[in-house]
């Protein structure tokens, strides 16, 4: 049948049953707030039987006061895929391409596919890293993941507000899904520059992926149109359950920043004991760690890994595919993979 559309999907990662080390889709290895968890636990059947608001007004409002921002300013989806692929449809409906980097979330060719829009992939440079100036034209849309994933590498501040600032003609996203895992945040320069769009998430850095909450910062004119185009989908995309977790996960920053900061800990120290097994990475700012072995190849450490009960994420992609992707778990966590991959290695001298 011709009048049938045929799409190429985005493919997560695996989601294995039983008790594993998972550390191959970025989740953050620690609970979600105490709050949350009390929500979750309620008995209240009203959560349930009524429809949710369709403008997710109490976790805009919990949104706009934990980031010093006008509601207007925000909208919320179904974790920030939803949130990117509407923006996708909203502000990327021009005849030009887009631009992106040729290593970065997989997601952007695939939605760029889906709505039909033309696109161009702009290889990083050899060390993964963006040149801004290789986006020097115009476009019909950019966007950049920073922290950039798989890579885990920032890019400076500066150079994303010259990006935006070199590109009027079009809305810049900024999907900033690992930004609270040490990066510097775009959000300050939304006020100064109508074209510029930021995402985040709640999956990582306050582990709650299962939910599915995400949310865009921008210009108010900008974030209508979004708006206008979801109730032009549907109406009520975020559930009740998740809209009362959302707000009470922002109501305990403390919490918050305990999580993040563990994290950021045990990578540090992760950086310093995969070194010393010989593998390099990227400087990280994230979650995770992009490494690579001296010696022995990627695909075979995470087959051996995988016969260990512990999952990481490879991608048998040109330009990284002697690279494995690495999620920071607990320190016990690590500690087995430190483990696990000193026996690998040592078969293999
Ligand atoms: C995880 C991730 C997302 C999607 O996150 P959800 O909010 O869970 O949909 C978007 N962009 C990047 C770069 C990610 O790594």
Redesign the pocket.
Known sequence: MDNIRRVVPYVPGEQPAGKVIKLN??ENPYPPAPAVQEILNTDDAELLRKYPDPSIGPLVKALAKEYDLKPEQIFVG???????GMSFLTCFAGEKPIAFPDI??S?YDVWAELFRIPYKMIPLKDDYTIDIDDYDGQWGGIII?NP???TSIELGIDRVEELVKRHPECVVIV?E??VDFGGTSAMPLVAKYPNLLI??????SRSL?GL???FAVGNPELIKAINDVKYSYNSYTLNRPSIVAGVASLSDRPYFEKICGKVIATREAAKKEMAALGFSFPDSKTNFLFVTHEKVPAEFIQKELKKRNIYVRYWKKPRIDNRLRITIGTDEEMAALYAALKEIISQCK
Request: hydrophobic content about 35%; glycine content about 6%.
């Open positions: 889709t970025n179904v974790g920030s895929d939803d949130v990117i970065t979330y997601f993941a950039n994933a798989p999907d899904a690992y995402t985040q998430t709640f999956s990582k992926a599915r909450i995400g």
